[in-house]
DNA sequence: CTAACTGCAAAGTTTTTGCAATTGC
DNA sequence: GCAATTGCAAAAACTTTGCAGTTAG
């Protein structure tokens, strides 16, 4: 017969570790990296291992539960709201803020016909310099916030 | 200590490797990663070195005059042409493409008053699948980093 | 029971840095 | 000359993988 196994689906179980991943990153609002989440689940697991972090992250991802972000080159960035939604980005500190959900929608589906794509989906990014950076000339950035660009 | 000193501004000078990888990013259409141009710019300049290329690539994007993309997690790539656009990737291949320089503006500026940002400049990112890859087999939903480049 | 999951350590990638030699102005 | 730049190699930063022991169903 023609090779029509259905796909080797892996049956996924629960575990502590995923859970906790999961929650820290659903609870905060820095869109946070790999590294960062890894240091805030030790404090609640303390055997807790970065590649156990970043396994859960990739099936967490898989399972379309969290969402990976490309904001900052060479480092990847994760989000617990799947949502549609866009990110602005201070330029100085790095810190990334959700948009409010009214930003104006463009009707981004015309873009297909033009280019021959098949639009999933589409991503706004907008950069500048955040409230507390205007202020301060002073580098008196990050906060307790997670790392820089 | 009234340290109003003016920047300790650093005076550039010509080389033939920050030319060579310039005038690489420039003539290719592929948003290339700093592996790929290095192996390009092996071609033209066989003891060019990666340690080379990256600070060569950490210049130019500081002159301005090319720029560095954030469309693949964890991995930077580069664009030599920086006026404004947007870019459309594949889902299933990684492959960018630009966008037609037609596609619609949208007052991004407004975004500022809602948010508090001093707004520098935006970014947009469209994702689906490209002409060739809606083609063959179906095993989409891939978010593969990109074979292709 | 057994396949998924874990911690650990080792390896793989991507990017940066220290240093002596070279080069542009 | 002097500072910017380079090649090399080593280090740092980020991510994945192999393996033996543990755990959920």
Redesign the interface.
């Known amino acids: 017969m023609g090779d029509t196994m259905a796909t080797p689906e892996k049956v996924l179980k629960s575990s502590k570790q995923r859970d906790l991943v999961l929650q820290i990153l659903r609870s905060s609002m820095c869109h946070p990296t790999a590294d960062w989440i890894y240091e805030e689940a030790r404090k609640h697991m303390s055997k807790i291992s970065k590649a156990t972090v970043y396994r859960n992250l990739k099936i967490l ?1 898989e399972e379309g539960k969290i969402r ?10 994760y989000d617990g709201d799947i949502r549609m939604h866009y990110h ?1 980005k ?2 100085k500190c790095g810190r990334v ?1 959700d ?2 959900h ?3 929608q ?3 589906e ?3 016909e ?18 507390d950076c ?1 202020n301060d000339g002073i580098r008196n950035n990050q906060m307790n916030r997670s790392p820089i660009l």
């Open positions: 991802k990976e972000l490309s904001i900052s080159p060479g480092i990847a960035r602005i201070c330029l803020d948009l409010p009214v930003f104006p463009v009707s981004i015309d873009v297909g033009a280019t021959g794509y098949q639009v999933h989906s589409h991503r706004m990014e907008i950069m500048g310099l955040c409230p205007q």
